[in-house]
């Protein structure tokens, strides 16, 4: 089991920045996969970006260049941060962690949701 908590999110202007970070608990962390996902009202859950237990990131192509994911497993902590903001980035963000029981098989955790505004 782990438990995830965010914080971070708030009101920034276009073209601003925010960082998110993520605590987590419950679990050895260092061996959670873990990612950030976003979800606008009314529209599908979808995937933002993740890091591996060996810190190997992949990102949705709108946030390429943009947003980069990092974890401190010393702090059980990641980390999102998120520049050149844009009011498409408005969303409610959500911490994930997945824990593999085996290669094929795994339990999916989900924090409560930090809201990102982005306007002028």
């Known amino acids: 089991q782990v438990q995830l908590v965010e914080s971070g999110g708030g009101l920034v202007q276009p073209g601003g920045s925010l960082r998110l970070s993520c605590a987590a608990s419950g679990s050895a962390f260092q061996d959670v996969a873990m990612g950030w996902y976003r979800q606008a009202p009314g529209k599908q859950r979808e995937f933002v970006a993740s890091?591996?237990?060996?810190?190997?990131?992949d990102y949705a192509d709108d946030v390429k260049g943009r947003f980069t994911i990092s974890r401190d497993n010393a702090k059980n902590t990641v980390f999102l941060q998120m520049n050149s903001l844009t009011p498409e980035d408005t969303n409610v963000y959500y911490c994930?962690?997945?824990?593999?029981?085996?290669?094929?098989?795994?339990?999916?955790?989900w924090g409560q949701g930090t809201q990102v505004t982005v306007s002028s």
């Open positions: 994930h962690g997945r824990i593999y029981v085996s290669p094929n098989s795994w339990n999916d955790h």
């Open positions: 890091i591996t237990s060996g810190h190997i990131t």
